[in-house]
């Protein structure tokens, strides 16, 4: 019998992953709804379709949230309390690790993610250890160490330099690895005795959400030292970057944000990290067998290519160009595209329908600036009737494209390799190198 768009495996994982979801933020040790009432739609990026919504976090709750942050760091033990930080850390990597299934397809439903990638960097990987790590540097980390010496007039001196947390800590995720890089903020900003205001990503709010329900039910972490503040509003988000009140902000996006929060940081001579694009390549070098780039090639279309750390341009020597593109055309035409829920499935949805058409629109943008579009380039053939309202695009190859153009130089952050041939490794170097992401 066939299957029917009711029990497809998206659909079906996406009816529990709903059942399951936190809608609730976390202010001061609370799980409260936003005081406005006011929700947002979270939506499935394989189907299109509403899964189910989320607290909308107005200014009056991202105020209660920093000063609920300020307050936990300013007048508890959280930052000098070594033990208690290490304890709680491992509380809380118990109660994931008890609910990293349900967490698993949560990931599926709201980020679009393959199954397949759950396995490694989108939940295995940082559940391994980003928790771990930072919990046992708690006992390894050197707080204190003691400087000897003399002084300036010939007497002796002692000094000791003592590490102290930073503050109240913004952490502002993204939604393409949301619940590795929550993770890989949270866990060093608490065992270092921060306390964190995190915002997530609209498009993928529950991993967060659930996570501060885990932290307010199934931890002792003290009200305030962490909240989880959802929010479809830019205006609301911006208030991290510019309340005096937030002493760093990190913060993992597009570069046009990035910049902009180091712009209104500056006003409060907050810190600030940054994790932003990229356009990375790969060099492909005249002794190299062209049959061996195929798996750096496949690398920029898993999760739809949409990770900046992904090789998006390949630059292979003219002598080997046309074997290596079509090495690479061939193994893209075959990369099984479709439900992320399937085990087969390598290259899910884009995050969002703007994606899907920013991605688009950088093709048709390569095409009419000469470039070649070799396979791909539009929505996949025989999509599954149940994914047709999804954010799909094929992966493509583009040929033929000027080194400085824009499908070159720009970040597009879907399922699009750019192959560039060179005559000599300086030359690859140079191109390698010319990209505004360094």
Same mark, same amino acid.
């Given at each position: 019998?066939? &299957?029917? #768009?009711?029990?497809? =495996? ?27 009432? &006011? ?8 189907? !299109?379709? #509403? ?7 107005? /200014? ?22 070594? !033990? ?5 850390? %491992? ?7 008890? &609910?990293?299934?349900?967490? +698993? ?15 490694? /960097?989108?939940?295995?990987?940082? *559940? ?33 330099? #003592? ?10 995720? =993204? ?20 306390? #964190? ?14 996570? !501060? ?25 911006? *208030? ?25 940081? /500056? ?13 990375? $390549? ?12 195929? =798996? ?21 020597? +003219?002598?080997?160009?046309?074997? /290596? ?20 499935? *390598? ?18 943008? $390569? ?16 999509? $599954? ?9 094929? =992966? ?22 750019? %192959? ?19």
């Amino acid at each position: 019998m066939s &299957e029917t #768009v009711a029990d497809a =495996p998206s659909v079906e994982i996406g009816r529990r992953a709903a059942g399951r979801a936190e809608t609730r933020m976390l202010i001061d040790g609370e799980l409260v709804s936003a005081a406005s009432g &006011e929700q947002f739609d979270n939506l499935s990026p394989a189907t !299109g379709s #509403v899964l189910g919504v989320t607290s909308d976090a107005g /200014a009056e709750d991202m105020d209660r949230a920093i000063g609920a942050a300020r307050r936990a760091f300013d007048d508890s033990d959280w930052s000098t309390n070594r !033990g208690l930080r290490q304890r709680t850390l %491992l509380q809380l990597q118990e109660a994931i690790e008890a &609910e990293s299934e349900d967490l +698993r397809e949560e990931l599926i439903a709201e980020v679009g993610c393959p199954a397949m990638t759950t396995q490694n /960097a989108q939940l295995d990987w940082p *559940l391994a250890d980003a928790l771990r790590y930072p919990a046992r540097l708690i006992d390894e980390f050197e707080w204190e160490r003691r400087l000897d010496g003399g002084g300036l007039f010939g007497d002796r001196n002692a000094r000791t330099v #003592v590490k102290e947390a930073v503050g109240v800590v913004a952490a502002i995720t =993204p939604s393409n690895f949301p619940i590795e890089v929550i993770l890989n903020k949270l866990g060093p900003a608490l065992a270092a005795g921060n306390t #964190v205001v995190l915002k997530p990503d609209p498009n993928t709010p529950w991993n967060a959400t659930r996570l !501060g329900r885990l932290i307010a039910e199934r931890t002792d972490i003290p009200a305030g030292v962490v909240n989880v503040v959802p929010t479809a509003s830019n205006e609301v988000a911006g *208030l991290l970057g510019a309340d005096p009140r937030v002493d760093m902000v990190s913060f993992t996006g597009s570069t046009a944000v990035g910049r902009h929060l180091m712009r209104v940081g /500056a006003d409060t001579m907050k810190r600030t990290f940054l994790e932003l694009g990229g356009k990375s $390549a790969m060099i492909v070098l005249d002794d190299a067998n062209p049959g061996h780039v195929i =798996p750096g090639a496949i690398g920029a279309c898993v999760h739809a290519g949409q990770a900046c750390a992904a090789n998006t341009r390949m630059l292979v020597h +003219r002598s080997l160009f046309d074997e /290596a593109v079509a090495n690479v055309t061939m193994a893209f035409a075959g990369v099984p595209v479709g439900d992320p829920a399937l085990p087969s499935t *390598l290259v899910g949805p884009l995050i969002s329908a703007a994606q899907k058409q920013r991605v688009l629109d950088a093709i048709d943008g $390569a095409r009419r600036d000469g470039a070649e579009i070799v396979v791909g380039g539009g929505v996949p053939d025989g999509l $599954a009737d149940h994914l047709r309202g999804g954010h799909f695009v094929a =992966p493509t190859v583009i040929v033929g494209a000027d080194p400085k153009s824009s499908i070159a130089q720009d970040e597009v952050f879907g399922p699009v390799l750019v %192959l560039i041939p060179f005559d000599d490794d300086g030359e690859a170097v140079r191109i390698a190198n010319d990209s505004a992401f360094g």
